[in-house]
C-alpha cells in the first residue's frame, strides 16, 4: 500500500521512530521541558491559525454544526465503550478504567496534524473547521469519565485544599483549549489577509517543527513505555489497539451518516481514534488523583500514538474513502 | 534568633496548588515553590524533561512557619495526601524577625 | 477610523487580548519563563540588525544626532514630570513614585515594534536610525529616577552585599541594551548583503514570532492586572493612561523641533509614550528595593502597554501626522 | 558524623549576587542557588511562567557552613533583608568531611 | 509525628544517577531531584545559563528515610564524594505515615 | 586576505564577539539554557538532514570510505599526541592532560558548521558525507584519552553507583551522536523530496539561528575565560593556540593522502583542528570526574574555540587549497 509505505517513510514519522528508538536504547538525552512546551503552544497556534482562515474563506452551513454536535457526542459516548470494554478485558478497576477510558475519547492534536498531511498527500482535502471540531472533542470525554468514576460506590468527596472552579478551569481552559480556539478565531476575524503576514512563521515552517517536536515524543513515549510497560497485562496492551479501531469504525459511521466527504471524514475518524496525552492527563490528575498515570500514559502515549501514526492513518484514509464513496 | 519550622512537602506539580490553599488557610504568612526535575518512589520513577505530558511532575513546597499554623495545617495535608502522592518532613530552624512567621 | 480598527484586528494585538481574556478568566497555561526570554532575545536581535541594515544604507546625518540627543533628552526629563504628576494626584510614597515615573522615560520595545508595524500599515516610513534612539532612550530614565529618589532627605546608604559596580553593570549592559546596540553595531557593518543570509530567520518570521510574544504578554498583564489591580488607586490608574498622552505630546514637539517627517516623528512619539516592562523593574529591585513592583508593573504592562497597543497607537500616528503637516 | 549549619535564605533573584558575596566574605566555603517557580508572602503572590518581567522571582540559596561563619553573615543578611524582600531559617544538620566548612 | 532524616546531597548533575542508584540500593523508598542554577565552591564558580557546556551544573538530592537506610548509604555516598563534587548533609525531621520510609 | 576578513565579518563570527565583549564586560544577560539547548538540538538536525540529502544524490564510494575509516584513526591519534604535548610542556597532571587531550581529538559541530559556510563562501563545495565523518570523530577520541588516562598507575575502580553501561550509553548515544547521524540516515532516506516539506525550518533559517546559538557560546566563551584563565599557565594556553595547528597538518597529509578536493579537505582538517565542548566534557565528567573542567573548558570553549573562529577558518582553507592543488 502506497500511503502506508509513504506514512512510514515521512520525516516525521522517522524522527519520532529515532526518538523511540534512542529511549529504548537508553539513552541520556532529552530535549528540554520548557522548549518542547513552547513548540507545543507554535503548533496549536498554528492549526488554529489555518483552520480559522479556511473558515474565514467558506461559511459554516448547517451540515458543519450537525458534524460538530456528533462529534461532541462521540467525546462523551466513547469513554464508555471504552471503560466498558476495560472492565471486561482486563483487571484495571473502576479508577483506572474511567481515567484510561477518558484519554480515548479526547483527542491527540499531533495525530491530527499528522493526518491532515496524510490526508494532503493522498490528493484529498480537508475543511477548517475541523480544527474545531478537534478542540470541540478534547472536553466532553473528561465529563462521561468523572461521571462513571463517580457512580462506582461512595461519591467523591472534595480532595482538601481543592478550589471548586479549579477543575473546570484546567478542564475548559487549558493551553490547547485556549489556544486552539484563540487563534481559531483570530485566524476567522484577520482571514487570509492577516495570515499573510504571520504564515512565514505559522505555516510555512510547520512540517520542521513537527518533526523536531515528535522526535520529542518518541523519546518521550520510548521512556514511557520502558518504565511502563511491566504494569500493563496483555489485555491492556491489546485494549491500546483496538479501541482506536473501534473508534474509528463508529466515526466512519458518523461520518457516513453526515455524508461527510473523504478528508474531512478521515479527519474525524482520527480524531476518534486518537487518545489525548497532555490535556487529558493533566486533569486526570486534579479529578481522580488515585488512576495511575503509569497505566493511561503509557496505553495513550505509548501504544496507542504510535499504532495511529504508523498503521492506522493509512487505515483511517482508506475508511474514510470507503465511506465517502458508499456515500456518493 | 528564634526556633519555627520548616514544613517542606515534595507534591505532584498539579496538586501544589491545593496544598498551597491549605497552608494559606491554616495561617502561614508564605511558602515557596520549587521545581524538582526527577525522582523515584515506591510506585514511580519520573524525568521532568523525558515525560511530555509533564503528568508525574513533582514539585517542593516549602513554608517556614510557627508550629501553630503547623500543626493546623497537619490534618488536612495529611488529607490531601491520602489523595495525591507526597511527601511531608517537618524540620526545627532558627530565624530571625520571629514576628514575621 | 480606519487605523485604529486595523490596529484592533491585528493578529497581534487579538493574541494580545487572547492572553489577556485566558488570565483574567483564571486560566492556568503559561509559557515557559525560558521560551519566552529566548523569544524576547531574538525579537531584539531583529529589530537591531534591521535597524542597522537601515543606517548602512543612508548617512546619519546632524539632524539624526540631533534627534538621538532630544530623545535623551526626554528620557530624562519625563520621569521629572511623572514624579511630579504622580506625588501630587496619588498617595503613592516618594520611592514607588519615583520607581514608577522612572518606567515612563524609559520605552517598551515592543511597544515600538508594534507602532514600526502600524508606521508601515498607515503608509508611512520609518529610518532606521529610531532603534538607536530607542536604546539610548532605556537608561537615562532610570539615572533621573534615582537622583529624584535620593533627594528625599537620608541619603540611601549601600545595600549590604551590594557591588560598586553591579548596577551600573545592571543599567548598561542589560540584556536588552547589549543585544539592541549590539545587532544594530552588526547590521551596520554587514549591511543588505550580510542581512541576505539571516533574513529568513530575522525578518520573515518577525511578526509571526511577536503573535507568540504578544500571547504572553497578554497572559502576564492579565495575572498583573487580577494580582495587582486592588493595590492601585484610581488616581493612580488614571496616571497609566493620561501620563502617556502627556508624554506624547511632548515627544510631538520635540518631532515638530526637529522637522521630523511623520514616520520618525510616529515612532519617537510611541517610545515616549510607551514604558517599560522588563529592563526597568529588573533596575529597579537592585537601585530602588524597597519599591514595591506590585505598583509599577501593574501600572507599566497591566494599564499603559494595553492602551498603547490598543488605543494609543493610532492617536500617535495621528499625532505625527498632524506635526509633520505643521512643519512642512 | 559532625554538626554544622544549613543556612537557607529565600530572597529575590535580583538580590541574589549581594547576599551570595555575603557569604563568601563572612568565610563560608561555598553556596549553591535553586530556583524557585511561585511563592506567597504578605505582600506577594508571584509566578515565575506568569510574569514576563521576572521582577518577583525568588531564589533559593543554601549554604552549609560553621557556625562561627554563619554568625558572622548574620548582621549583614539582616541588614539585606531589611531592603530586600526574603526569608532566613537555619537548621542543624550532620556532615562528612567536616574540615571542609 | 516521627522522627526520620531528610538526606540532602548536592551533587554534579552528571553524577546524580549514581547518588541516586546509591540510594536505592540501600533501600531508601525514594528521592527527588532539584535543579540548581548557580553556585560556589572552593574550586568551581558556575552558572546554568552562563556555561553552555553544563558540564558544572550541579542537583540537589533530597531523600527522606530512616536512619538505618541512610546508614547504608552512608559510606557508597562517601566513596562517591571521594571522585566526584558534592556535599551531604543531613537533618532530623517529623513525618506523617512513618511506615512509609 | 579577502577570505580573512570576510570571515572576521561574517554575522556569526560578529555576534559571537558580540557575547564574547558582553561576558568579559561583567554584563549579566544569559540565553536560558532549556532555549540553548533546544537551538542546538535544531542546529543538529539541521546539519544531519542536509549531510544525509546530499548523500542520498550521490554513491557513497570508496574513497569516502577511506576518508571515514582516516577521520577515524586521526580521532583516536590526535589525543596522544595532545597528552604527549600537554604533559611536555606544561605541569597538567596525567588525567587533566588526558582529559583535555579528548577534547582535541573529538570535534566542535559549530566550528564544522562555520567551516562549511567559510568553504562555501570561498567558492568551493563540500560533500555530504563530512557530516557523518563528524559525527564519527566525537567519539573515539574519547577512548583514546581514557587508555591514556588508565595506563597511569592505579587502575581506575569503578566509581560508587556506577552503572557498567553507563557511560557506553554516554559516550554512544549523546545528543550530538543520536541527533546528528539520525538526521544524518532521515535525510538519507527521504531524500530531495522528503527535504523540501522540511526545508523552511531546516535550511532557510539555519544561518540566523546560528548567530543566536553564537551570541550564547560568545558569552559562555567569556565568562569561561573571566573565570578560569588564571587556573591555566602560559604552556597551557598556548597549546590551546597550536595544537588546533597541529592537527590541522596532520589531517592536511590526511587529506592528500586520499586526494580529497579542496572543500572537503577544507571540513576534515576544521573537525581536526576543532575542540570538543559539550560531549566531551560531560563524557569526562562520567568517565575522569578527578579531572577539572575549568581547564578543559576553558582550553577548548575559551581559546580554541575563537581562534578557529576568527583566525583558524581562513587558514585551514588555504591549507586545504595547498594539498588539494598539489594532489591535483
Ligand atoms: N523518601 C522520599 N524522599 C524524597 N522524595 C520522595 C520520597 N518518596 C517519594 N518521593 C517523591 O515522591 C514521588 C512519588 O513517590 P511515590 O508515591 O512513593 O511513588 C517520587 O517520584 C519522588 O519524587
Ligand atoms: N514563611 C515563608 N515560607 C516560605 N517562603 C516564604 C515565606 N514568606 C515569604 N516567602 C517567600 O518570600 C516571598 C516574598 O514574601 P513577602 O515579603 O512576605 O511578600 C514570597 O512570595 C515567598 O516566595
Ligand atoms: N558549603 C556549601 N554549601 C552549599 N553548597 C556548596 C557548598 N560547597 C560547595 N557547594 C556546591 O558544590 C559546588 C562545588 O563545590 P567545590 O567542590 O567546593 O568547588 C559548588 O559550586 C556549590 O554549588
Ligand atoms: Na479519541
Ligand atoms: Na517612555
Ligand atoms: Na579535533
Known amino acids: 500500500m502506497d500511503i502506508a509505505l509513504a506514512t512510514l517513510l515521512s520525516p516525521i514519522v522517522l524522527f519520532f521512530l529515532l526518538g523511540l528508538g534512542a529511549a529504548l536504547l537508553r539513552s541520556q538525552m532529552t530535549i528540554p521541558e520548557a522548549f518542547a512546551k513552547g513548540l507545543a503552544i507554535y503548533l496549536m497556534m498554528s492549526i488554529g491559525l489555518k483552520g480559522g482562515v479556511e473558515i474565514s474563506k467558506g461559511q459554516l452551513g448547517w451540515d458543519a454544526g450537525l458534524v460538530m454536535m456528533s462529534a461532541v457526542g462521540l467525546s462523551f459516548l ?18 483506572d478504567a474511567a481515567a484510561a477510558a477518558a484519554h480515548y475519547g479526547s483527542i491527540s492534536i499531533v495525530t491530527f496534524v499528522a493526518a491532515g498531511q496524510a490526508v494532503a498527500a493522498a490528493g484529498l482535502e480537508a475543511a477548517g473547521y475541523l480544527v474545531a471540531v478537534a478542540a470541540l472533542m478534547e472536553v466532553p470525554a473528561i465529563i462521561s469519565a468523572l461521571v462513571i468514576a463517580n457512580r462506582g460506590g461512595a461519591r467523591s468527596e472534595a480532595v482538601a485544599g481543592s478550589d471548586k472552579g479549579e477543575l473546570a478551569r484546567e478542564v475548559l481552559l487549558n493551553a490547547s483549549v485556549v489556544v486552539l480556539l484563540g487563534a481559531l478565531v483570530i485566524g476567522w476575524i484577520t482571514g487570509e489577509a492577516g495570515m499573510q503576514a504571520v504564515a512565514p512563521f505559522f505555516v510555512t515552517p510547520f512540517q520542521g517543527v513537527l518533526c523536531l517536536f515528535l522526535l520529542d515524543m518518541g523519546l518521550s513515549a520510548g521512556r514511557g513505555l520502558r518504565n511502563g510497560w511491566r504494569q500493563l497485562g496483555p489485555g491492556t496492551i491489546a485494549f491500546g489497539v483496538y479501541m482506536p479501531l473501534v473508534s474509528a469504525l463508529l466515526a466512519a459511521g458518523v461520518a457516513a451518516l453526515n455524508g461527510m466527504p473523504a478528508g474531512d471524514a478521515a479527519l474525524l475518524i482520527t480524531l476518534a481514534a486518537s487518545a489525548s496525552y497532555i490535556a487529558v492527563p493533566a486533569a486526570m490528575r486534579l479529578a481522580m488523583p488515585k488512576a495511575r498515570p503509569s497505566i493511561y500514559l503509557t496505553l495513550s502515549l505509548g501504544i496507542t500514538f504510535p499504532f495511529n501514526l504508523i498503521l492506522g492513518l493509512p487505515l483511517y484514509i482508506w475508511l474514510a474513502k470507503m465511506v465517502s464513496a458508499g456515500v456518493a | 534568633m528564634h526556633v519555627r519550622y520548616r514544613c517542606e512537602l515534595i507534591i505532584e506539580r498539579m496538586a501544589a496548588p491545593r496544598a498551597c ?81
Open chain 1, 78 to 95: 466513547l469513554p464508555v465503550l471504552a471503560f466498558a470494554l476495560l472492565r471486561l478485558t482486563t483487571r484495571l478497576d473502576r479508577i
Open chain 2, 21 to 101: 490553599r491549605i497552608l494559606e488557610e491554616a495561617g502561614l504568612t508564605g511558602y515557596t515553590v520549587l521545581p524538582a526535575i526527577s525522582g523515584l518512589g515506591r510506585q514511580t520513577r519520573w524525568n521532568r524533561d523525558a515525560d511530555i505530558s509533564a503528568s508525574s511532575d513533582m514539585v517542593v513546597v516549602v513554608s517556614i512557619g510557627a508550629q501553630e499554623q503547623i500543626e493546623a495545617a497537619l490534618k488536612e495535608i495529611e488529607s490531601l495526601l491520602s489523595n495525591h502522592i507526597g511527601v511531608l518532613s517537618i524540620g526545627e530552624v532558627n530565624v530571625l524577625r520571629p514576628d514575621r512567621f
